[in-house]
């Protein structure tokens, strides 16, 4: 059975910054496609960033328009944790934020149906 569990929410000031990780047990998750997704209140879940499982010894990453050039995906696969720089933080970026991991790694990363395994999600506050 597969935990994701993720950590390093908390409150912070428009402009500042925060590192979220997602720390896996159960299974190894290398060969899992990783997602970050987040929820604000009264708002559906969305797509915030993915990173693919290592192929030819490199990953790619995808990220929603709204944190491109201000969020940064990674992975540590030795660790088995996923992690997401959030840099020039908003108001609007306050939500609960969930990590994912997708066994088959269908292509479809912005698409939280192709998630099978799911954390309980950290909240992070931005005052402004």
């Known amino acids: 059975q597969v935990q994701l569990v993720e950590s390093g929410g908390g409150l912070v000031q428009a402009g500042g910054s925060r590192r979220l990780s997602c720390a896996a047990s159960?299974?190894?998750?290398?060969?899992?496609?990783m997602g970050w997704f987040r929820q604000a209140p009264a708002r559906e879940r969305e797509f915030v960033a993915a990173?693919?499982?290592?192929?030819?010894?490199?990953?790619?990453?995808y990220y929603a328009d709204s944190v491109q050039g201000r969020f940064t995906i990674s992975r540590d696969n030795a660790k088995n944790t996923m992690f997401l720089q959030m840099n020039n933080l908003k108001p609007e970026d306050t939500a609960n934020y969930y990590c994912?991991?997708?066994?088959?790694?269908?292509?479809?990363?912005?698409?939280?149906?192709?998630?099978?395994?799911w954390g309980q999600g950290t909240q992070v506050t931005v005052s402004s």
């Open positions: 994912a991991a997708d066994r088959v790694a269908s292509g479809r990363y912005n698409d939280r149906n192709e998630y099978d395994y």
């Open positions: 159960g299974r190894t998750l290398s060969s899992f496609a």
């Open positions: 990173v693919t499982a290592i192929n030819w010894g490199t990953t790619r990453t």
